[in-house]
């Protein structure tokens, strides 16, 4: 390997020769961006998916300014009798403990009812409760349980987490016995733990695959230093430089330091696999510089292609995925960086040790370099079809047959995302059994003027929320007129308000002044301007075809009543589920797109480092066989599509693309030999690097497999099992393709 003397060859040697300053530097920046990358905040929050520029999310914020939506959780008390003194006691001594916790507010139907008939019997209480459905159907009374709402007062996770568990000691002092705790803030709390430990669960098993690689590699501790060394830094950097750019941890964002990671230490066996094998007589300084030179094209190529693989996620209308595409492709930047500053410093300086090419073993591996040639030639169009066939299989799974079979399913429902072992899901899962689930949107509607406390006005809102409620998907509502109705009710009348104008401003007349002394009703009207109410619907069919449809509905209700005091208000149909569901309806159009835009990108790459038009095209092959058939199985499996699986895609192909450069890189380096001896010399000087590198980014993704986290547990395992398959066809399809096409006249023999 003789040295080069060009521009980027002297480039490489000035930052060898400035070392020192350049492992100085690293010393000062790594241990601050450590620090910073420390205070970099976790969100789990589902309701955090959307990016803010969305029309639906501007609405919804808007919306909720005016109709502050404190979080919430329900704590259900279970009996054979719940309507017993004793059932009742011990609830009644769980409700004034909670009561006693800062930042709680505790409610049960009990107060509502004691309200309306203080000194009831508990028979009558039962009595008055199942005269409406309403408590029913938000899950406040069933046949077996009576629930207790506790909204908290809270800003931000730290004192979320306080408050729940300080629920929990108040619920422990009352000794109310086992009680099921269903609620969003409980989902957001074990999904930010997991956004915060995840790391800390897969670092210790890459540290040891490091380990592992470094030593059995190549035998040197002093090579485990360099890359040890080379990998914290790039990590650090690449996760602080995330939180200068104002990013969070997210559900998602664990990925980054992994790939970061996974990424650096590929490219560090490459190039340390060049350096460590020096020719006999050449000085280590002088060797170095060849080596850095010879692999500076091919690293950087699949760098820069990993790079836009992973920013082309930007075009994601998914917040996490979103930042975590520009974190990663940043942090991928960064990680080429160190790679040739710093590892060649630290190569160096800890005198890493190389040996004689006589040194290396020509065993079964050149053996099977030698055989994989003639092998690829003979089968070449069985090996090509069958890659071409589970990549087309893959395709129709994942997209599926329009009219004829659906695409993958995609879910961003919570369940999906806690472990079923814990807690927390059984009692999800009770609940939605027991209860159902309590889809939720708002009807918003704006007047005008300030006239929402208006009998007219009032009259025609109560029209419109019994409109929706006839809609077959709604279960319940709650609106403004919705605590008029209970007081009929509680009063042994009819809880529909009268229809005679009349009679209904004569119901309606005192609704000022429970605006004053009711602060629940004033979730449902803006008592600062009086333009603002909101009606509550409570609905089944909670995915994306069933709020379609139930907006809709609703539009188509809304036009109905619109004549007379509404004509000219504005409505809105907002809510966090609209949120989710977009995120759903995201996931699809962001895997499609920037699947496109990366292989699109990673080809533009491809252009400059390839001459052949067909190489460009057959590089591209054992990527795509990967991830396709990786999607096929999936579907066979019956897994669906989230937050963590949209990403193998982009995952794989700009990771695996690392190894057709450098495959194709040396097989150019034959381009007048047969194309049997430009095979085998391509397989013994890359092949190696190409395994190594294949089962490192494996192994590592692998290690999300000990993550109880669902949807990153089985992105380790399909992305893991996706490398594999990309190796098999870069030993396999890869060259069986070039067989297919190779128009040169020599042939091996």
């Known amino acids: 390997m003789n040295p080069v003397v060009d521009f980027p060859a002297r480039i490489l040697a000035r930052i060898v020769a400035l070392r020192v300053p350049i492992v100085i530097l690293y010393a000062v920046l790594v241990p601050l961006a450590a620090v910073r990358a420390s205070r970099i905040p976790s969100e789990g929050g589902l309701e955090r998916l959307i990016v803010a520029s969305d029309p639906d999310y501007t609405a919804t914020r808007a919306f909720q300014r005016i109709f502050p939506e404190r979080p919430s959780v329900l704590l259900v008390f279970e009996s054979p009798e719940p309507w017993a003194p004793a059932n009742l006691s011990r609830i009644g001594a769980a409700v004034r403990e909670l009561r006693r916790v800062p930042r709680v507010s505790a409610f049960s139907v009990l107060d509502a009812l004691r309200r309306a008939r203080p000194g009831a019997p508990p028979e009558e209480l039962r009595r008055l409760a199942t005269r409406t459905a309403l408590f029913r159907d938000q899950g406040l009374t069933g046949d077996r349980f009576i629930s207790v709402n506790a909204e908290l007062d809270v800003k931000g996770p730290a004192e979320r987490d306080a408050t729940l568990a300080a629920i929990d000691?108040?619920?422990?002092?009352?000794?109310?016995?086992?009680?099921?705790?269903?609620?969003?803030?409980?989902?957001?709390?074990?999904?930010?733990?997991?956004?915060?430990?995840?790391?800390?669960?897969?670092?210790?098993?890459?540290?040891?695959?490091?380990?592992?690689?470094?030593?059995?590699?190549?035998?040197?501790?002093?090579?485990?230093?360099?890359?040890?060394?080379?990998?914290?830094?790039?990590?650090?950097?690449?996760?602080?430089?995330?939180?200068?750019?104002?990013?969070?941890?997210?559900?998602?964002?664990?990925?980054?330091?992994?790939?970061?990671?996974?990424?650096?230490?590929?490219?560090?066996?490459?190039?340390?696999?060049?350096?460590?094998?020096?020719?006999?007589?050449?000085?280590?300084?002088?060797?170095?510089?060849?080596?850095?030179?010879?692999?500076?094209?091919?690293?950087?190529?699949?760098?820069?292609?990993?790079?836009?693989?992973?920013?082309?996620?930007?075009?994601?209308?998914?917040?996490?995925?979103?930042?975590?595409?520009?974190?990663?492709?940043?942090?991928?930047?960064?990680?080429?960086?160190?790679?040739?500053?710093?590892?060649?410093?630290?190569?160096?300086?800890?005198?890493?040790?190389?040996?004689?090419?006589?040194?290396a073993n020509p065993g079964a591996y050149d053996r099977f370099a030698a055989f994989l040639p003639a092998f690829t030639r003979r089968h070449r169009r069985s090996l090509v079809a069958a890659a071409l066939l589970l990549s087309a299989a893959g395709a129709v799974a994942l997209f599926g047959i329009p009219g004829r079979l659906r695409g993958m399913s995609v879910g961003v429902d919570t369940l999906t995302y806690v472990d079923p072992s814990l807690p927390l899901r059984r009692d999800l899962v009770w609940f939605r059994e027991n209860v159902g689930d309590l889809n939720v949107a708002h009807a918003w509607i704006h007047l005008p003027q300030p006239k929402a406390t208006d009998p007219e006005v009032l009259r025609a809102v109560d029209r419109f929320q019994t409109k929706i409620e006839s809609i077959p998907s709604v279960t319940a509502t709650v609106g403004p007129t919705t605590f008029l109705r209970l007081r009929r009710a509680f009063a042994g009348l009819d809880e529909r308000l009268p229809d005679d104008p009349a009679q209904f401003a004569a119901a309606t007349g005192d609704l000022e002044q429970l605006l004053l002394s009711e602060s629940g009703l004033r979730g449902y009207i803006d008592p600062g301007g009086l333009q603002d109410l909101q009606i509550t619907v409570l609905f089944r069919h909670g995915d994306v075809a069933g709020y379609a449809a139930l907006t809709a509905a609703i539009q188509r209700?809304?036009?109905?009543?619109?004549?007379?005091?509404?004509?000219?208000?504005?409505?809105?149909?907002?809510?966090?589920?609209?949120?989710?569901?977009?995120?759903?309806?995201?996931?699809?159009?962001?895997?499609?797109?920037?699947?496109?835009?990366?292989?699109?990108?990673?080809?533009?790459?491809?252009?400059?480092?390839?001459?052949?038009?067909?190489?460009?095209?057959?590089?591209?092959?054992?990527?795509?066989?990967?991830?396709?058939?990786?999607?096929?199985?999936?579907?066979?499996?019956?897994?669906?599509?989230?937050?963590?699986?949209?990403?193998?895609?982009?995952?794989?192909?700009?990771?695996?693309?690392?190894?057709?450069?450098?495959?194709?890189?040396?097989?150019?380096?034959?381009?007048?030999?047969?194309?049997?001896?430009?095979?085998?010399?391509?397989?013994?000087?890359?092949?190696?690097?190409?395994?190594?590198?294949?089962?490192?980014?494996?192994?590592?993704?692998?290690?999300?497999?000990?993550?109880?986290?669902?949807?990153?547990?089985?992105?380790?395992?399909?992305?893991?099992?996706?490398?594999?398959?990309?190796?098999?066809?870069?030993?396999?399809?890869?060259?069986?393709?070039?067989?297919?096409v190779d128009r040169r006249r020599g042939r091996a023999t």
């Not at 997210?250 to 560090?268: E, F, G, K, Q």
């Not at 699949?302 to 595409?325: D, Y």
């Not at 996931?587 to 990108?601: D, N, R």
């Open 169 to 359: 000691e108040a619920l422990a002092r009352a000794h109310a016995g086992p009680v099921r705790k269903v609620g969003a803030p409980y989902a957001e709390s074990w999904l930010e733990r997991q956004s915060g430990a995840a790391s800390t669960r897969y670092f210790p098993f890459f540290a040891a695959l490091v380990v592992v690689v470094a030593l059995l590699l190549y035998r040197s501790v002093r090579t485990l230093f360099a890359f040890l060394l080379s990998m914290g830094a790039a990590v650090a950097l690449a996760v602080a430089t995330g939180g200068l750019l104002g990013f969070s941890f997210t559900i998602v964002s664990v990925l980054v330091p992994l790939t970061v990671l996974v990424t650096t230490l590929a490219s560090l066996v490459y190039l340390h696999s060049r350096f460590v094998v020096r020719p006999a007589g050449v000085d280590v300084r002088e060797h170095q510089l060849a080596a850095l030179r010879n692999k500076l094209l091919p690293v950087t190529a699949s760098s820069f292609a990993a790079v836009l693989g992973f920013a082309a996620l930007a075009v994601s209308k998914v917040r996490p995925i979103r930042e975590m595409g520009i974190w990663t492709a940043v942090g991928l930047a960064i990680s080429w960086v160190v790679a040739f500053t710093l590892f060649p410093a630290l190569q160096l300086m800890l005198r890493t040790p190389t040996h004689p090419p006589a040194a």
């Open 557 to 740: 209700a809304f036009e109905e009543t619109r004549p007379g005091p509404l004509a000219s208000a504005r409505l809105r149909v907002v809510g966090e589920q609209l949120l989710h569901e977009k995120v759903g309806t995201s996931l699809v159009p962001t895997l499609a797109q920037s699947f496109a835009l990366t292989a699109a990108l990673i080809f533009v790459v491809f252009l400059f480092i390839f001459r052949s038009g067909t190489a460009r095209l057959l590089a591209m092959i054992p990527s795509l066989f990967a991830i396709l058939t990786t999607f096929l199985g999936m579907r066979l499996l019956g897994a669906s599509l989230n937050l963590a699986t949209i990403l193998i895609a982009t995952t794989v192909l700009g990771t695996t693309e690392n190894d057709q450069i450098h495959f194709f890189y040396h097989l150019h380096e034959r381009d007048g030999a047969p194309l049997g001896e430009a095979l085998e010399h391509a397989l013994r000087v890359s092949g190696r690097a190409i395994v190594f590198a294949t089962l490192i980014n494996a192994a590592g993704f692998l290690a999300l497999s000990f993550s109880t986290f669902p949807p990153l547990r089985q992105f380790g395992l399909m992305t893991s099992s996706a490398f594999l398959l990309a190796l098999l066809a870069d030993f396999t399809a890869l060259p069986a393709g070039l067989w297919i």
